[in-house]
T-cell receptor, first 111, second 115 residues
Framework: DAGITQSPRYKITETGRQVTLMCHQTWSHSYMFWYRQDLGHGLRLIYYSAAADITDKGEVPDGYVVSRSKTENFPLTLESATRSQTSVYFCASRATGGGYTFGSGTRLTVV | AQKVTQAQTEISVVEKEDVTLDCVYETRDTTYYLFWYKQPPSGELVFLIRRNSFDEQNEISGRYSWNFQKSTSSFNFTITASQVVDSAVYFC????????????FGTGTRLQVTL
């Protein structure tokens, strides 16, 4: 199916574990983004990418790592999960000059 | 730096009432875009509108209308004759014209429409 897919939808992990959230888009959009949503903060940008192999930090990058070896994939890794990283994570993509499309979100709980 | 402020954290109305959600933004760019998204209880983000900084005309789409005023840096959203299905969190967002054109979101307004 065409679109932007996030996996998993729900994840529970333990403090200190490494966890990777996946994001896949089928349009070959140049830009991809990772946001986290927390009550009282709205959505905050973690990392973004303008093309394959080009990534940059957003507003709240600490504790996260991204990569973009292929245009269609933009995984987000929490190297050592902390309770403060419990959140809902949204991936988004955008074509040059186009609008934004968001994935359905991943609800991550760190216990 | 850019910023979006949604001062109303939560609004409760009775069905059929009109309701306005406020959005105030800050940016140094002369060219920018403003957005509204709806997040229903199911959690997905639903695009409602995009408006560029050169188009100050108000827009109406069914029961939804948007009032863009550059003089007050506001982009307010009004729902006329609200319905229970309008219950959601609504986000206002701003896009600059930088290379990556990142979206900056407000903190959201939760709208509760009751019978």
């Amino acid at each position: 199916d065409a679109g932007i897919t996030q996996s998993p939808r729900y994840k529970i992990t333990e403090t200190g574990r490494q966890v990777t959230l996946m994001c896949h888009q089928t349009w070959s959009h140049s830009y991809m983004f990772w946001y986290r949503q927390d009550l009282g903060h709205g959505l905050r940008l973690i990392y973004y990418s303008a093309a394959a192999d080009i990534t940059d930090k957003g507003e709240v990058p600490d504790g996260y790592v991204v990569s973009r070896s292929k245009t269609e994939n933009f995984p987000l890794t929490l190297e050592s999960a902390t309770r403060s990283q419990t959140s809902v994570y949204f991936c988004a993509s955008r074509a040059t000059g186009g609008g934004y499309t968001f994935g359905s979100g991943t609800r991550l709980t760190v216990v | 730096a850019q910023k979006v402020t949604q001062a109303q954290t939560e609004i409760s109305v009775v069905e059929k009432e009109d309701v306005t959600l406020d959005c105030v933004y800050e940016t140094r760019d002369t060219t920018y875009y403003l957005f509204w998204y709806k997040q229903p209880p199911s959690g997905e983000l639903v695009f409602l509108i995009r408006r560029n900084s050169f188009d100050e005309q108000n827009e109406i789409s069914g029961r939804y209308s948007w009032n863009f005023q550059k003089s007050t840096s506001s982009f307010n959203f009004t729902i006329t004759a609200s319905q229970v299905v309008d219950s959601a969190v609504y986000f206002c967002a701003l896009k600059n014209t930088g290379t990556a054109s990142k979206l900056t979101f407000g903190t959201g307004t939760r709208l509760q429409v009751t019978l």
